[in-house]
């Protein structure tokens, strides 16, 4: 079974600087799918940013990139120039690529973010 | 814009209570999720929908059951409430596997 480990429950960043957010999976497949969620106190989950496994570049968006490390089984999470709209709980997720039966999606436990202003 | 809509933000029940969890979205996605979300245990699965009357079992069903009668409906069910289905409940929706998936606002269940 695949499982996703987020070892940092919790972490806090001075605004302006840099934070990065490890993630861990464990899977035996060779093509899959890995998602950063962030989940603002208002609660409403929304993508931060997506990677394939296939693809050797590392995925940014902005502010976020990402470090995807495939042999180590890595995929962490930077954020740059911290703002305060960064404060959320992150939820690192995996899912295999393919058909039938492999749309779900397996979730860490999740790092809260704090900005220290 | 993609929109997953949750029927209600917080509820309040008693201990065997039928509960009803209403989820819509409206880009036609084919595939429908409930997630239950608790502390430190990130989110789990508990049912998924990949057509209209199909369903799959999650991670966690056990307690659960879910109806799926229009692409864009999709309900969890709680046949008889206990206190340790007191959670958040999310609903999600995508297109296809690996593809984004959008998320409602969640459901804030208390079973008292």
């Known amino acids: 079974a695949q499982t996703v480990t987020q070892s940092q429950p919790e972490m806090s960043v001075q605004e302006a600087e840099t934070v990065t957010l490890s993630c861990t999976y464990d899977?035996?497949?060779?093509?899959?799918?890995l998602f950063w969620y962030k989940q603002p106190p208002s609660r409403q989950m929304i993508l931060v940013i997506r990677?394939?496994?296939?693809?050797?570049q590392n995925a940014t968006e902005n502010r976020f990139s990402v470090n995807f490390q495939k042999a180590a089984k890595s995929f962490s999470l930077k954020i740059s120039d911290s703002q305060l709209g960064d404060a959320a709980m992150y939820f690192c997720a995996y899912t295999p690529s393919g058909n039938f039966g492999n749309e779900k999606l397996t979730f860490g436990t999740g790092t809260r973010l704090t900005i220290i202003p | 814009d993609v929109k997953v809509t949750q029927s209600s933000r917080y509820l309040v029940k008693r201990t065997g209570e039928k509960v009803f969890l209403e989820c819509v979205q409206d880009m036609d996605h084919e595939n429908m999720f409930w997630y239950r979300q608790d502390p430190g245990l990130g989110l789990r699965l508990i049912y998924f929908?990949?057509?209209?009357?199909?369903?799959e079992k999650g991670d966690i069903p056990e307690g659960y059951s879910v109806s799926r009668e229009k692409k864009e409906r999709f309900s969890l069910i709680l046949e008889s409430a206990s206190t340790n289905q007191t959670s958040m409940y999310l609903c999600a929706s995508n297109s296809a596997p690996g593809y984004i998936q959008y998320f409602g606002a969640g459901t804030r269940l208390s079973v008292l």
């Open positions: 929908s990949y057509d209209v009357k199909m369903k």
């Open positions: 990677q394939e496994a296939y693809k050797q």
């Open positions: 899977t035996s497949e060779s093509d899959y799918y």
